[in-house]
């Protein structure tokens, strides 16, 4: 476990679709190793190139759209910023002709049978998600590496000892909960608070701010689009898309143009319970059925559990009349919660199963409403341990080895669990609490560690071996 600073925008990152781990760190992984082929020399000298996926990767690599990541990655696209739509007839174009554009530049024959290979037995010891570039130069000579993606969308080298160019101290170091606290007592900070102090250690606060509002903004460009689109997921699963139909049934059919009208619609629409918890489940399905199709998504902290704070801002936003302010408050106290379990654990679910993903964005969730509603810095932290105490142990068995069953629908419960906490912790003086969040963090991380390894993203138990699929070739 590391214990490197860790900022709010390596917790929260915008990319691709479906998988943080599966997709977005493969494709970092090989946007890593075209650097080095460049810094090398060797780019324009490449002959062959050989992809090696291990473990968890190769396992569930093509549900999750492994092999689709890599392909982009090596072609130079960058998932932050490449066209969504061009996904498809780019890879459609590298199966059909055989040649791959290295780094866009380059056309290199790639015959996917022979060099993207998916050995599904082999594991590589330092993580179960695990990946291997060889290219044969040529002069006869290879460059070589092995990646490690470790979950959120952080990829580790092997060999390469772990480091930040933009290494910094921060004001208010924090590895676990009590530091936290310990600083917000000693300055009378809240946790939002702290946080933008350390991000200062980065980048000017004028600059942070930005940052955080562009998130936003991508949470809200997806949720809104996936509450407008309809059809079928791809992977062969044949699940329909849900968001769509219920966005129009709640709205009574009626069609709001633009994200701002849409939302002052749903307002309109009341307080009534079961309406407000159908738009959470709404916004969370929403998300994360545009993450099972390639779009554009935030990792918060990963893509599989991408929909639980959107969902949990967007009712903080629509239904309690947040602020902008709010939601850079949101975004940085969530964003704490998150690096703790990072530290103190994993968000890696080929680690540590869903509770890694799901439970860990319920946690961040929880806390980041709680204080936005107005509890205390206990309080906050008690919401947090009440969302991961209530994800214990959760396995991750997608069925077929795709985001969606049961994915898209524990992001909702995730987000209604985090509610739940958060209303639990108000209506609690902090006192009450006999577990605290790191000691639910250390028994996450205990579970993880004696958890089957058939139920950390592999596919080869729970439901994914319960439910008969016939799936074509992806």
């Known amino acids: ?57 190769a396992k569930t690599g093509k549900g999750h759209g492994t092999d689709v990541a890599v392909l982009m990655g090596l072609m130079g696209e960058d998932p932050v910023s490449c066209e969504i739509d061009s996904i498809t007839p780019k890879i459609a174009a590298v199966r ?73 101290e921060l004001p208010f170091p924090i590895d676990k909960a009590d530091d936290l606290l310990h600083w917000c007592r000693k300055t009378g900070l809240s ?12 980048r000017p606060e004028k600059v942070t701010r930005e940052g955080v509002m562009q998130i936003w903004e991508v949470m809200k460009s997806c949720m809104y689009r996936g509450c407008h689109t309809e059809g079928v997921l791809p992977g062969g699963l044949q699940v329909k898309r849900r968001a769509a139909a219920l966005n129009k049934k709640l709205l009574r059919n009626r069609h709001y143009d633009g994200y701002e009208q849409w939302v002052e619609a ?12 159908d738009w959470v489940s709404c916004f969370a399905l929403a998300v994360n059925e545009e993450n099972a199709s390639f779009g554009r998504v935030v990792t918060a902290p990963t893509n599989g559990a991408a929909g639980v704070i959107p969902a949990v801002l967007q009712y903080y936003e629509v239904f309690c009349n947040g602020s902008k302010e709010s939601i850079y408050q949101f975004i940085l106290t969530a964003a704490e919660i998150g690096s703790i379990f990072k530290k103190g654990s994993t968000i890696s679910a080929a680690m540590g199963g869903c509770q890694a993903e799901i439970g860990v964005s319920s946690s961040m969730a929880a806390a980041a409403l709680t204080e936005c509603m107005g509890g205390t810095q206990r309080q906050a932290l008690m919401a947090a341990e009440i969302a991961m105490e209530h994800h214990l142990g ?14 898209i629908e524990r992001n909702t419960m995730g987000a209604i669990k985090a509610i739940t906490a958060s209303q639990l912790s108000l209506q609690s003086a902090p006192d009450f609490a006999k577990v605290s969040l790191d000691a639910v963090v250390k028994t996450m991380w205990e579970t993880a560690l004696d958890m089957n390894s058939k139920y950390k993203e592999t596919a080869d138990g729970g439901l994914a071996v319960n439910i008969p699929l016939s799936l074509p070739e992806c």
């Open 191 to 202: 946790i939002h608070e702290i946080v933008a102090e350390n991000e200062t250690a980065w």
């Open 96 to 168: 059909n002709n055989g040649i791959l554009q290295l780094n866009g530049i380059k056309a290199l024959p790639f015959e996917l049978s022979r060099q993207l290979k998916f050995h599904m037995l082999e594991f590589l010891p330092a993580h179960p998600n695990a990946l291997s570039f060889h290219a044969l130069l040529k002069d006869g000579s290879n460059i070589s590496a092995t990646y490690y993606s470790i979950g959120g969308g952080f990829i580790l080298q092997e060999g390469v000892e772990a480091k930040r160019s933009d290494q910094v």
């Open 266 to 277: 749903i307002r309109a629409g009341g307080n009534d319970f079961k309406y407000i918890l």
């Open 394 to 407: 959760l396995t991750c068995d997608p069925i077929g080895g795709l985001v969606q069953v049961p994915c």
């Open 1 to 57: 476990m590391s214990y490197e600073p860790i900022s709010v925008f390596d917790i929260f990152k915008i990319g691709v679709g479906p998988s943080s781990s599966h997709t977005l760190g493969p494709w970092r992984a090989a946007l890593a190793f075209l650097n080095q082929l460049d810094q090398e020399g060797g780019l324009m000298q490449v002959e062959d190139l050989v992809v090696d996926l291990y473990g968890s990767l």
